[in-house]
């Protein structure tokens, strides 16, 4: 069985498996991170949304044999791993999970939004994140989190000027 | 927005074992008895009792949740009921999940039940337990129990403000008898119930650290994909697995079963060293089936004709108020209408899964995500035919559920496979199995007669017509009975108004083999729907506004309350510019009543929603933002299934499988949303379930007011009302 070696959050991992085994099942089987999860199988619901380079994808559409071993794999265990991330306590404040099983994929995406776009409008929250699906309803609340993210992060580059 | 804690990060508020035995243990019987099951006294109690409150020596304190979260926070919500009464914050408790023995009661998560069913016996259980330290401070103190108060898990003296901590009070109260019928708090005694409180668990769900069932790893385990028959009930053939087998990772494939609560279905598992290997091995078998007749019986048109059949022809009388039909017959102006609810899978973006570990002596552990631990067990050891001690389950977290995870079927799959294997399999469904095996909310057609006079609604009929979740699942429906579960909810007197010169409500079950079930809110949204409709189209019959017409005959204040209430939130009596228009609805279910009104703007030649507005009124609640939340997420799944595509069976076929025919709404698609609450003394109704059943008429009335065109099937094309 070929190996490939993986940077995931900024560790390296070496994993032994098929060619076409799509990242979400490496991530959660081979390697132990759970964090992302699995919904659909064909990028339609965005839970296992992760960055690849730091751009969301959808890591069940992403075959470990595409993935050079110098690419960037960062999952929802790799941001606010000391600190909780901006995004991750916005979703506190505003009370956002429910059962919160598709709130790893809502949370890489917002996060790589506020990298590109640091205010966004309502319009930009639209287009970054219609791809995430949340069957218990919290779409309104996430919207609320994201501007409250949003200001939190203007608010840190204010005080270090 | 709710109050910043210092203390969000609590690895340990949620454990999943680790009982303490010594100290204070405070437990409840299958009546309700309250028990004093501490070691002191544990010797003359029957053993299969277990705590709901245990306190040590060294002052940890330690509460048994018997409720699954599935999203609606009871993780938390039920302790709260215990800690309000005990005086102890959250913040220092340790919640642990209960396991389905039988010993913890009750412990399914359902019917909206977990904090009205709970509401007296866990209070009285915290209430009774505070007494007891009370009463043994005021002894180790030599004064009245009157002289002594509880706060903050400390007893004080009223006169010199010294104090015990509970852990310093458990042995001396554990001596105690517990006392049955100790003072409750009053409302405005609350510090927990009633007000907004952040959630603990939600660090870990943010952080991907939660656990949910997909996430469960057993040492050993195998996974399994299993294929169900395209059409159901398909019976197997032969399984040529020659191309599965050459997939490296697949360990063998076998003959498996899925046991639905009243059949079984045929249906075969690939085993695998990891799940993708399995899913692929799934894809790569060849297997026959005999699907003689299924192509005829599962198919969604025949079954809604039958329906339009029976809808010509008089039901079963559940309930009747004076002759209807007569005065039906001579009224002047009245309205006869059908309208149409579409079957609906619940798909919980986690699927079904399940780990079960069978061995070698007989005993069977399970890990799943699942909304019944007691039901589990007891399931499992008649399935594989063991006694209930010899079955263990550990409660996964639910990737949401909205009822499916109630449905055991894939948990019974692990067990016969692992049965077969004797070690640990892994179930996984993918979403295609998911939403073409089934179970689903059932579809039906409301045959609504109704008239009005002087302006008034004075005669309504509803009739029901469709399967019946208690006849097709639990056999419990004799063909000359009304679905007594229907007949109580469509009944006027559910939503108190009052026809005063006739109303009716009756029932066909038209049968069908398409599997149904619970669904979020059960019947209440499809009787909702046409219930909902009807009086407004009635109201416009009368020549009056739909809130006022309502006013005029709903009898209860506290639904005219939630009524009016609404018409203020949303300024119902200002004028909406041409092309605008509002959609109200309300309905009562679980207890609580709940009023939308939907906003709605004409657009291309369809409507675009501008804004959704419920008030709830749930009596006395937990948790203010769960009861937001949860009618915000109630608001969405309305919304879901009012516009998007039911489940449609073609020729024995699911017409849809996975989220690109069957979607669910996105963000993209999601209008402002405001929820507002009641405040009263009332007895709590249920929450999880309650705000769903008004949305889908609040929009079918929003639209008619906008466009003037009148939609009676779901689900709508909101984009193309022409149509």
């Known amino acids: ?161 | 927005m709710l109050a910043e804690s210092p203390k969000t990060n609590r690895r340990d508020f949620i454990k999943t074992s680790g009982l303490a035995t010594l100290g204070l243990l405070i437990g409840l019987d299958a009546k309700a008895n309250l028990l004093n099951l501490s070691a002191n006294n544990a010797a003359a109690l029957p053993v299969e009792i277990n705590p709901f409150i245990v306190i040590g020596a060294d002052n940890t304190i330690t509460i048994i949740n018997p409720r699954p979260c599935m999203g609606q926070g009871t993780i938390q919500s039920v302790p709260a009921m215990i800690a309000e009464e005990l005086e102890v914050d959250l913040e220092n408790v340790t919640i642990i999940q209960s396991d389905g023995k039988s010993k913890y009661g009750a412990q399914t998560s359902g019917n909206s039940s977990s904090i009205r069913r709970l509401w007296l016996p866990l209070r009285k259980a915290g209430a009774a337990t505070k007494e007891m330290l009370i009463e043994a401070a005021s002894g180790k103190w030599s004064i009245s129990p009157t002289q002594c108060y509880a706060e903050n898990a400390k007893v004080f003296r009223k006169d010199n403000g010294r104090s015990f901590t509970y852990g310093e009070l458990v042995e001396a109260a554990s001596k105690l008898n517990v006392p049955q019928e100790p003072v409750l708090k009053q409302k405005h005694e609350f510090k927990i119930l009633g007000k907004p409180a952040r959630r603990f668990d939600l660090h870990d769900r943010v952080t991907g650290k939660a656990v949910y069932g997909l996430d469960i790893d057993v040492p050993g385990m195998v996974y399994a994909a299993i294929l169900h028959s395209p059409m159901i009930f398909g019976k197997l053939v032969s399984i040529d697995d020659s191309e599965a087998m050459k997939i490296p990772g697949v360990i063998k494939t076998l003959p498996c079963e899925r046991t639905m609560i009243y059949t079984t279905a045929d249906s075969v598992a690939v085993i695998a060293s990891n799940w993708w290997a399995a899913s692929k091995g799934r894809s790569a078998l060849n297997v026959t089936w005999d699907e003689n007749g299924l192509d005829t019986t599962l198919d969604n048109k025949e079954y809604m004709g039958r329906c339009y059949t029976a809808a010509k022809k008089e039901g079963i009388r559940f309930e009747e108020f004076n002759d209807f039909q007569s005065k039906f017959e001579t009224s002047q102006s009245k309205l006869d209408l059908t309208y149409e609810t579409p079957f609906l899978s619940h798909v919980p973006i986690e699927p079904e899964t399940a780990t079960a570990h069978v061995k070698e002596d007989g005993s069977v552990e399970i890990w799943a995500p699942l909304q019944g631990p007691g039901e589990t067990l007891e399931e499992v050891a008649r399935y594989l035919n063991i006694s209930t001690d010899k079955v263990k389950i550990h409660v996964a977290l639910m990737g949401g559920s909205f009822g499916r995870k109630a449905y055991m079927d894939f948990i019974k799959e692990a067990c016969f496979l692992s049965n077969k294997l004797k070690v640990p399999v892994k179930v996984i469904w993918t979403r295609d199995d998911d939403i073409r095996q089934g179970p689903y909310r059932p579809a039906l057609l409301s045959h609504m007669q109704g008239f009005v006079k002087d302006g008034k609604i004075k005669g309504y009929h509803h009739h029901m017509i469709g399967e019946s979740i208690l006849g097709q699942v639990f056999k419990g429906l004799a063909d000359d009975k009304a679905d007594p579960w229907i007949g109580e909810e469509s009944s006027p007197s559910n939503n108190k108004y009052m026809f005063i010169e006739a109303h009716k409500v009756s029932w066909t079950n038209v049968k069908t083999i398409i599997p149904v079930m619970w669904w979020r809110s059960v019947n209440a949204s499809n009787i909702g729907w046409g219930q909902e409709c009807f009086i407004d189209e009635l109201a416009h019959l009368a020549g009056k506004d739909p809130l006022e017409a309502r006013l005029d005959i709903l009898e209860d204040e506290r639904f005219r309350k939630v009524l009016t209430t609404l018409a203020e939130k949303t300024n119902y009596h200002q004028k909406l510019p041409q092309g605008s228009g509002r959609g109200i609805a309300i309905t009562r279910a679980f207890g609580t009543i709940v009023a939308c009104c939907i906003t709605a703007t004409k657009s291309g030649h369809g409507v675009k929603l501008d804004s959704i507005v419920s008030v709830i009124d749930c009596g006395m609640y937990v948790n203010a933002d769960t009861v937001k939340a949860q009618t915000e997420g109630n608001i969405i799944m309305g919304i879901t299934a009012a516009i998007k595509p039911g489940i449609v069976f073609n020729k024995g076929v699911c017409a849809q499988n996975n989220f690109n025919n069957y979607p669910i709404l996105r963000i993209n698609e999601t209008p402002k949303i405001q929820v507002y609450i009641m405040e009263n003394a009332e007895a709590p109704g249920g929450v999880g379930e309650a705000g769903l059943p008004p949305v889908a008429p609040a929009l079918g009335n929003a639209i008619f007011a906008a466009t003037g065109i009148r939609k009676r099937n779901l689900p709508i094309d909101i984009t193309n009302l022409i149509t």
């Open chain 1, 1 to 161: 069985m070929p190996k490939y070696i993986l940077t995931i959050n900024k560790k390296q991992h070496s994993v032994e498996a098929d060619s076409d085994v799509p990242l979400v099942w490496v991530l959660r089987d081979y390697v132990g991170l759970k964090g992302t999860k699995f919904g659909c199988g064909i990028a339609s619901c965005g839970a296992c949304t992760i960055h690849l380079n730091g751009s969301p994808v959808r890591s069940c559409q992403l075959k470990i044999s595409t993935v050079p071993a110098t690419a960037q794999i960062t999952t929802i265990e790799g941001i606010g791993e000391q600190v909780l991330h901006n995004v991750q306590q916005a979703w506190l404040e505003l009370q956002v999970p429910q059962c919160g099983y598709c709130q790893s994929g809502q949370i890489m995406s917002a996060v790589a939004l506020l990298r590109k776009t640091p205010d966004p409008t309502d319009k930009d929250i639209d287009t970054a994140m219609a791809g995430n699906l949340c069957r218990c309803g919290t779409y309104e609340r996430i919207r609320q989190a994201i501007y409250r993210a949003a200001k939190m992060e203007a608010e840190v580059v204010t005080r270090d000027k």
